[in-house]
């Protein structure tokens, strides 16, 4: 089995469309120019021109996957395939050379629910795009789960199955209700108000999904002292200047025959002054022979 690489989605959210971050749209009201303008700016929508972006026009279903997989950073890059996954082998009316089709398949294999027989050019209601949102959202990450209730006047309206997602839409804080405090599930979706949820969802996973520190690499050299003893040398190699630093903290003999060195590492301080030479930023122990030396990161206090 092999792991296909990741379909990239280099089409525009329409496939008519063009794409210039170094125009601002005419047609869009400041309510969401804000949101449209970032979200051109990293290539999730475009206008039908460069001067009209038609917030007001509706959104197919095809582009509403396309923004979703887009703006959620959606893709295929943890699963593998026995093939290369196509479109016609999911859905019944998705050509395989379609310019939304790698979005299909993306979404497809990330949760989301897409009828086998979708017409791509239909256009899509407010619950069917804010249940497929929060299941993209919901795909990236572990959210706080409020214990909290929104009553929704028109919620007889709302497919049973989609009510959790929607509520968890407004929860988000994603859309709102109106100043009737209706959500109308039934109605057509615009494309300056999916612009707006799309949006919102970024903010969301931005603000709730931290960036895994990169975790710096620490090479271990093991020399014989004697038939007993070992010097165990923990490196972060070479360094600009002396400012860059590792600590052992300490050893700690395990079952498995291993001795686990704890280490810290200790970057230049702020207004400090260090030489400019090329240093190696290195601390040495020693441990019995009878042990392997390995080494971990020493947990945070």
Request: neutral net charge; glycine residues 4%; hydrophobic residues 40%.
């Amino acid at each position: 089995m092999k792991k296909i690489a990741a379909l990239t989605l280099t089409t525009a959210l329409v496939s008519s469309l063009t794409f210039s971050s170094a125009f601002a749209f005419t047609d869009v009201e400041e309510g969401q120019a804000a949101a449209i303008s970032a979200l051109q700016d990293r290539g999730i929508v475009s206008g039908i021109d460069k001067d009209h972006f038609v917030p007001k026009g509706k959104i197919s279903y095809a582009q509403t996957i396309q923004m979703i997989v887009k703006g959620m950073n959606l893709n295929l890059d943890t699963l593998r395939f026995i093939k290369q996954p196509l479109a016609s082998d999911i859905f019944t009316n998705i050509p395989n050379d379609a310019w939304y089709a790698d979005a299909f398949i993306i979404a497809h294999y990330n949760g989301m629910n897409i009828p086998k027989d979708v017409n791509p050019n239909a256009t899509i209601t407010r619950e069917q795009f804010g249940e497929m949102l929060v299941r993209a959202l919901e795909k990236k990450g572990n959210f706080p789960l409020v214990k909290m209730f929104i009553p929704i006047k028109d919620e007889a309206q709302i497919t049973p199955e989609y009510q959790g997602a929607l509520q968890r839409l407004l929860l988000y804080k994603i859309a709102e209700l109106d100043k009737a405090g209706m959500f109308n599930p039934k109605a057509d979706l615009t494309r300056g108000e999916a612009a707006g949820w799309i949006y919102n969802a970024i903010r969301v996973l931005e603000t709730h999904i931290q960036k895994p520190t990169p975790i710096e690499d620490v090479s271990v050299t093991v020399e014989k002292v004697n038939d007993d003893v070992n010097k165990v040398t923990l490196s972060r190699g070479q360094k600009p200047n002396s400012g860059y630093s590792i600590a052992i903290q300490n050893v700690r003999f395990d079952q498995n025959g291993q001795a686990v060195i704890s280490y810290t590492l200790q970057d230049p301080k702020p207004d400090t002054m260090y030489a400019e030479v090329i240093t190696e930023a290195k601390a040495v122990t020693y441990v019995s022979s009878a042990y392997k030396a390995v080494a971990e990161p020493a947990a945070a206090n």
